[in-house]
């Protein structure tokens, strides 16, 4: 099976705009949940979805969204970017959440500038 | 809630000694335990999970851990390091509801020396 794929892999922006990040999971999984990684605070759980609604959130603000399509692609989206939104993106899919395994894609790292 | 601390930020350690990544967690009720592995520029890769049952849990490269209800650890140990294991580690933990939700400790790094 394919692993999970996320695009664009790099992006660079200015503060004020917005961006729009896709994940595409593993053949299957219906689980989709989205991490932010800073070299300040860590792997920062965002947002999880499943079948197309959304099962947790984390402490971010509202700037930051996401959503799933009924293939199980999910799509985060940050509005007004800010310097610190300078991160890694992560995505990881599993096949019901739980106990499953997450599998993570490599990230898509976005440069606010 | 739960919270993840690990107590190391670096370890320094000779290529085939052995060696053992500290992790504490904190939550008020069941939750599922894992270790990944992030090679630089990468993702994460699950090195290995703890659900129930044995508390000695073996994972990939030669990796295990061991679950220590009482103490609210999961330290993860190899025997006999290589160049290659070095990396960022991560713990986590999850409630056992049914949710997604990863919580990770800050991470440390495992520099193996030649």
Same mark, same amino acid.
């Given at each position: 099976? +394919?692993?999970?794929?996320?695009?664009?892999?790099?992006?660079?922006?200015?503060?004020?705009?917005?961006?729009?990040?896709?994940?595409?999971?593993?053949?299957?999984?219906?689980?989709?949940?989205?991490?932010?990684? =800073?070299?300040?605070?860590?792997?920062?759980?965002?947002?999880?979805?499943?079948?197309?609604?959304?099962?947790?959130?984390?402490? %971010?603000?509202?700037? %930051?969204?996401?959503?799933? %399509?009924?293939?199980?692609?999910?799509?985060?989206?940050?509005?007004?970017?800010?310097?610190?939104?300078?991160?890694?993106?992560?995505? +990881?899919?599993?096949? =019901?959440? +739980?106990?499953? =395994?997450?599998? %993570?894609?490599?990230?898509?790292?976005?440069?606010?500038? | 809630? *739960?919270?993840?601390? *690990?107590?190391?930020?670096?370890?320094?350690?000779?290529?085939?000694?052995?060696?053992?990544?500290?992790?504490?967690?904190?939550?008020?009720?069941?939750?599922?335990?894992?270790?990944?592995?992030?090679?630089?520029?990468?993702?994460?890769?699950?090195?290995?999970?703890?659900?129930?049952?044995?508390?000695?849990?073996?994972?990939?490269?030669?990796?295990?851990?061991?679950?220590?209800?009482?103490?609210?650890?999961?330290?993860?140990?190899?025997?006999?390091?290589?160049?290659?294991?070095? @990396?960022?580690?991560?713990? @986590?933990?999850?409630?056992?509801?049914? #949710?997604?939700?990863?919580?990770?400790?800050?991470? #440390?790094?495992?520099?193996?020396?030649?």
């Amino acid at each position: 099976k +394919a692993g999970v794929t996320q695009t664009p892999r790099y992006l660079i922006k200015t503060r004020g705009q917005q961006v729009t990040l896709s994940c595409s999971p593993i053949s299957g999984h219906r689980s989709v949940s989205w991490y932010q990684q =800073t070299p300040g605070q860590g792997l920062q759980f965002l947002f999880e979805y499943f079948s197309e609604t959304q099962r947790n959130k984390g402490n %971010f603000p509202g700037r %930051f969204s996401g959503r799933q %399509f009924s293939n199980s692609r999910s799509e985060m989206n940050v509005s007004t970017l800010e310097l610190g939104d300078s991160a890694l993106y992560l995505c +990881a899919s599993s096949s =019901t959440g +739980a106990g499953e =395994t997450q599998y %993570f894609g490599p990230g898509t790292r976005l440069l606010v500038l | 809630a *739960q919270s993840v601390t *690990q107590l190391d930020s670096q370890v320094p350690v000779f290529e085939e000694a052995p060696v053992e990544l500290r992790c504490n967690y904190s939550s008020s009720v069941s939750v599922y335990l894992f270790w990944y592995v992030q090679y630089p520029n990468q993702g994460l890769q699950l090195l290995l999970k703890y659900l129930s049952g044995s508390t000695l849990v073996k994972g990939i490269n030669g990796f295990e851990a061991e679950f220590n209800k009482s103490q609210t650890s999961f330290h993860l140990r190899k025997p006999s390091v290589h160049i290659s294991d070095t @990396a960022e580690y991560f713990c @986590a933990v999850r409630g056992s509801s049914n #949710t997604g939700k990863l919580i990770f400790g800050q991470g #440390t790094t495992l520099q193996v020396k030649p």
